[in-house]
């Protein structure tokens, strides 16, 4: 479980720190729409999907943006999704089996 905790925390620091470049264009894109789209997006991906898709990020922090809108994806829902997997305990396991396996 600590491995998990830790893999988790490491994709979030380097999320945080990606958002931090789109800080101020996002201030402005806080809308109902985008929380609908963003309560879509977490339930479409499986915990094995966003594993991967984690993986496929942590080998290329740089491309992570292209990354996310490939899977049609923004960073904070990436996060919000990584949040509600977190909170399963087996949801978390399937994640970090997906996570190792494509790293």
């Given at each position: 479980m600590r491995k998990i905790t830790i893999g988790i925390a490491a994709l979030s620091l380097v999320l945080v720190l990606g958002c931090k470049k789109q800080e101020s264009?996002?201030?402005?894109?806080?809308?109902?729409?985008?929380?609908?789209?963003?309560?879509?997006?977490?339930?479409?991906?499986?915990?094995?999907?966003?594993?991967?898709?984690?993986?496929?990020?942590?080998?290329?922090?740089?491309?992570?943006?292209?990354?996310?809108?490939?899977?049609?994806?923004?960073?904070?829902?990436?996060?919000?999704?990584?949040?509600?997997v977190a909170e399963s305990p087996s949801d978390s396991k399937k994640y970090a089996d997906a996570y190792k396996k494509a790293s």
């Open positions: 264009t996002s201030e402005y894109n806080n809308s109902s729409s985008n929380t609908v789209a963003s309560q879509q997006a977490t339930t479409n991906l499986s915990p094995e999907d966003l594993g991967k898709l984690g993986a496929e990020i942590k080998k290329n922090p740089k491309d992570a943006d292209k990354i996310l809108s490939a899977k049609g994806l923004t960073q904070e829902q990436f996060e919000q999704a990584v949040r509600k």
